[in-house]
Each structure stands twice: as C-alpha cells, then as structure tokens.
C-alpha cells in the first residue's frame, strides 16, 4: 500500500503540484476571505497551510480526518460569493465531525 501511494505521489500531477504548494483563498464568512498557502507534505496523509508560502507552520490537517470534498459553489456560503469566486476554481471540504 506504501508503495503505492508513493508511485501515486511521484506520477499524479495533481500531487505534485499540491506537494509544490499553492496559494488558495480560504473562505469562512462573506467578510472573512484570506490567502493562505497549502502543501502537500511528502507522506501524502497531511496538508500544512500558513500565511505565507514560507511562514512559520500552522496547525496541519491529514487527508484521512476529510469526509467529502464538493467541487464548485456546492456550499451555501459559496453560493452567496458566486459573483466573486469562479465556480471552476471553487470547492468545499467536509471534515469528520465538527
């Protein structure tokens, strides 16, 4: 199972560039809306975010604590910013428990 998901890190693109890390908007509320930086980290299991692309580490989450994720304006609050966010470029992530 190792093995396969290290071939899967070297060859996904999608993987990679989540390894390379990127910046996205961070959407909680209509007036809170931040740029924050994600990374992949090299297990594959956890994403590290800061504020910066080279700042100090923030509380990482790891893929297995993900539930869903819906592509585009599948959320309310998302719905509400449609004119400000690009359907394409939006998605939501639904975490286990609260």
Same mark, same amino acid.
């Given at each position: 199972m190792a093995s396969l998901l #290290? @071939?899967? &890190?070297?060859?996904? #693109? @999608?993987? &990679?560039?989540?390894?390379?890390?990127?910046?996205?908007?961070?959407?909680?509320?209509?007036?809170?809306?931040?740029?924050r930086y994600f990374r992949l980290q090299n297990d594959g299991m956890t994403v590290w975010h800061a504020r910066q692309a080279r700042g100090s580490a923030k509380p990482s989450f790891s893929i297995s604590d993900v539930e869903t994720i819906r592509n585009g304006h599948d959320s309310e609050l998302l719905r509400s910013l449609a004119e400000e966010l690009p359907l394409e470029q939006g998605f939501t992530i639904v975490f286990h428990g609260r």
């Open positions: #290290q @071939d899967q &890190l070297t060859t996904d #693109q @999608d993987l &990679l560039l989540m390894q390379e890390g990127m910046p996205m908007r961070k959407v909680r509320s209509k007036s809170w809306k931040k740029l």
